[in-house]
């Protein structure tokens, strides 16, 4: 998911688009939502965010106070304006600070579903994009990325998934498991599996947890499919293993 912020001094404007647009089915998660541009100043310095969607006149920081910022300081970040006003020299300043889009207020469903699905897209070959471009300060790309998921497998495998790990390293899912496929030659889903069945045979080592609970620790809540799992990959059951 990518990460959205949103500012607007109207509280009810604000919450309405947070609450009820469909963020998530476009590929956005709202990570903040302010009322001035000085709480997105500082949200920004210590948080990740891809994409703004701001209001222009506001009290303190204003809209183009704040695109300026964000143009000079951290360009990556892209930014919306939403806007009462039919002002020309608001979308001249905007154009000028690299504002991906001007809307304008009543904002309207399909002009913002149409503009943030631009944008998801712009994003996603941003990433890809980025990952051609496979060296950076000496280092391959591809492998930081792989070796960034399998830390992430190796710490968080009784809870990990293929979707968490791409938000991870801002992938989409699909594309994460191709690569993933092909720079280590392994699925990654076998790749989980590995490590959980190896954690399993060392916690089964100790007599004193029941094989439901082993079960448990290494991310299986159905004791069937563990069992189904274990065999698979190492010819016994849990149970047949303890004991050999």
């Not at 949200?43 to 009290?59: A, R, T, W």
């Not at 304008?104 to 980025?130: A, G, M, Q, R, W």
């Not at 830390?151 to 994460?176: F, G, I």
Request: charged share 30%; net charge neutral; proline share 3%.
């Amino acid at each position: 998911m990518y990460k959205l912020v949103i500012v607007d001094d109207e509280y009810e404007i604000r919450m309405g688009l947070c609450r009820y647009f469909p963020w998530r089915e476009l590929g956005f998660e709202v990570v903040g939502q302010f009322a001035d541009g000085h709480q997105v100043l500082e949200f920004c310095q210590e948080h990740h965010v891809d994409v703004i969607l701001s209001d222009i006149k506001m009290p303190g920081i204003d809209g183009i106070s704040l695109a300026k910022h964000m143009y000079e300081e951290k360009p990556q970040i892209k930014m919306v304006f939403i806007s009462g006003f039919r002002d020309f020299d608001y979308a001249r300043k905007a154009l000028n600070y690299g504002v991906r889009d001007y809307i304008l207020k009543p904002t309207k469903y399909e002009e913002l579903y149409t503009v943030f699905s631009k944008i998801k897209e712009e994003l996603d070959n941003k990433d890809h994009l980025d990952l051609a471009d496979d060296k950076t300060e000496g280092h391959n790309y591809y492998e930081q990325v792989i070796s960034r998921v399998k830390k992430y497998l190796v710490n968080e495998y009784r809870n990990a998934t293929l979707e968490e790990a791409a938000k991870l390293v801002h992938l989409s899912p699909n594309y994460l498991s191709k690569l993933f496929k092909e720079q280590t030659g392994e699925n990654f889903s076998d790749f989980l599996i590995k490590i959980r069945m190896t954690k399993a045979a060392e916690l089964l080592g100790d007599i004193s947890l029941k094989t439901y609970q082993v079960s448990d620790l290494v991310g299986y809540s159905n004791p069937k499919n563990f069992t189904r799992t274990f065999k698979k990959y190492y010819g016994k059951t849990p149970k047949e293993f303890r004991n050999a």
